[in-house]
């Protein structure tokens, strides 16, 4: 069964430092999304992503955080200059009616 | 309370028993999802019911939904220790099928042997 696949599993970075999110959605979906989840609270939408531009964005997807599709099966999530706030767990999803989530990347931010 | 709520938020039961969970949501909708989150780990879907269905089945799973009262239940039956898990409900808006996903806190579910 197609799946979505996220890498890294873990990352751990110094606060400032910039780190990328990679995700691959599953081949035939057109519409992908990012989401948070910060240990022990609820699950959190970032950003939604179609036709290679971002459909839809939250108020936490401010100028720090950017998206893109740079080929025909990744989409990623880059943090320019990470902040202790943005530790959390990243989850990618993609969409055929239902969300289909990766299992996401827990990123730690010192 | 906030777009999707579930209550309680914490059950525990014991293997066999069956558990319910409830979400209450705000805004209208075009659909509503459940799914499951083991600790630490991503999300799985479960279930999907459209605006315009009442009730729906999937194997141990039985899932409700009220639009005029803007809530949904999660029933599963005959619980097992591999049900242990965290459970959110999801809804898209009324806009259509491809927007976001807006989570409720969750509940999470404690099945003892």
């Known amino acids: 069964e197609p799946e979505v696949t996220q890498t890294p599993s873990h990352q751990v970075t110094q606060m400032g430092q910039e780190v990328i999110l990679r995700c691959v959605p599953i081949?035939?979906?057109?519409?992908f999304y990012w989401y948070r989840q910060i240990l022990g609270q609820k699950v959190e939408f970032l950003v939604s992503?179609?036709?290679?531009?971002?459909?839809?964005k939250s108020e936490i997807f401010d100028d720090q955080f950017s998206v893109e599709r740079p080929d025909g099966s990744n989409f990623t999530l880059k943090i320019r200059s990470t902040k202790l706030e943005d530790s959390a767990m990243y989850f990618c999803?993609?969409?055929?009616?239902?969300?289909?989530f990766g299992p996401g990347t827990r990123l730690l931010v010192l | 309370s906030q777009q999707g709520e579930e209550d309680p938020q914490a059950l525990s039961i014991q293997e066999g028993e069956n558990a319910t969970m409830n979400c209450s949501y705000k805004t209208s909708i075009n659909n509503l999802q459940w799914y499951r989150q083991n600790s630490g780990r991503g999300l799985v879907h479960l279930i999907l019911i459209r605006s315009n269905e009442r009730e729906k089945h999937s194997g141990r799973l039985r899932v409700t939904l009220d639009t005029s009262k803007k809530s949904s239940s999660l029933l599963i039956t005959a619980s097992r220790a591999a049900d242990t898990a965290s459970y959110f409900c999801a809804t898209v808006p009324i806009a259509g099928t491809a927007s976001k996903l807006t989570f409720g806190t969750g509940t999470r579910l404690q099945v003892t042997l």
């Open positions: 999803a993609s969409n055929q009616e239902t969300q289909y």
């Open positions: 081949s035939n979906h057109l519409y």
């Open positions: 992503f179609y036709n290679n531009e971002i459909s839809e």
